[in-house]
């Protein structure tokens, strides 16, 4: 199956294997025996393409499974689909455990101290701490006063984390205001089937191909035509959006029976050439 396949969609692929190695039969004997082509049958079996619910629904009568378990498997899996590509979480890396420091050295008392001896004008320069000088004191007040000012810088970082992170609303609007543009999001293209008939072909307005190679998963207006096509020649889509999935293919294989064609589910100038006539 394909890297990063949706949970959902490995479950579906996972039964339908079992079911089919189960029955003993192969691709080429499937696809016999439930009117589907080979080649969809990989697609299927892989992950690479949804099967429709009526391939889902032969396979079971064909092999003796559950089809409503079945079913279940693929609605869960289109859904999934529909909600956008799985991506995989990855683990965090472990957090290095930090080395312990060293104890410092112990101070050696090999040494005796030494009794401070008469005041100097460079030790008096330099800071005197005997009480009565009137440095001592001044460190005192520098040192309260530094405290303060650490203090008061916390408090502010402190607001202003807390007003990030409880109003991140008000933050937003205001870079909005300040006129940051905002990012639009393109709605969905609407198609419609505007059906007209020229040289004996029928066309609905949103593509004059009649070549062009559609498959599963492809989009577009080419899509969107083969969708108005099939519903005017009795075969419902889905809906017409554009997007060739499981129902536009399940649509496809009925309308290539209906036409006596190659059954295999993609369209080529052949089903072209039918849906238009």
Not at 11 to 29: C, E, N, P, W, Y
Not at 111 to 119: E, I, M, R, T
Not at 134 to 158: E, F, P
Not at 217 to 233: F, H, I, Y
Request: aromatic share 4%; net charge positive.
């Amino acid at each position: 199956m394909p890297a990063g396949i949706d949970p959902a969609v490995a479950a579906l692929v996972a039964h339908l294997r079992k079911a089919k190695d189960f029955s003993g039969l192969s691709i080429k004997q499937l696809a016999l025996a439930t009117g589907y082509s080979t080649s969809s049958w990989e697609r299927y079996l892989s992950g690479r393409a949804l099967p429709p619910p009526a391939a889902v629904r032969s396979l079971a009568e064909v092999v003796g499974a559950d089809p409503v378990r079945l079913l279940a498997l693929l609605d869960a899996a289109v859904n999934a689909r529909r909600s956008g590509p799985f991506e995989p979480t990855s683990p965090s890396k472990p957090t290095p455990r930090s080395e312990p420091t060293p104890p410092s050295e112990p101070v050696s008392p090999s040494k005796p101290v030494l009794p401070p001896g008469p005041a100097t004008p460079e030790a008096t320069a330099a800071g005197d701490d005997r009480p009565g000088t009137g440095v001592h004191t001044d460190r005192h007040h520098l040192t309260a006063w530094r405290q303060l000012g650490l203090l008061g810088c916390g408090m502010a970082v402190g607001a202003v984390l807390v007003l990030l992170l409880v109003q991140p609303t008000r933050v937003a609007a205001a870079r909005d205001v300040s006129g940051t543009t905002a990012v639009a999001v393109p709605a969905p293209t609407a198609f419609t089937c505007a059906y007209t008939r020229r040289e004996g072909r029928w066309y609905a307005g949103n593509s004059t191909t009649r070549t062009q190679q559609l498959v599963v998963d492809m989009s577009g207006p080419a899509v969107a035509e083969l969708q108005c096509l099939l519903q005017r020649a009795g075969v419902t889509p889905g809906g017409i959006d554009g997007n060739f999935g499981p129902l536009t293919e399940s649509a496809v294989i009925q309308a290539q029976k209906k036409f006596h064609l190659g059954v295999d589910g993609q369209v080529g100038p052949a089903t072209w050439a039918a849906l238009r006539g």
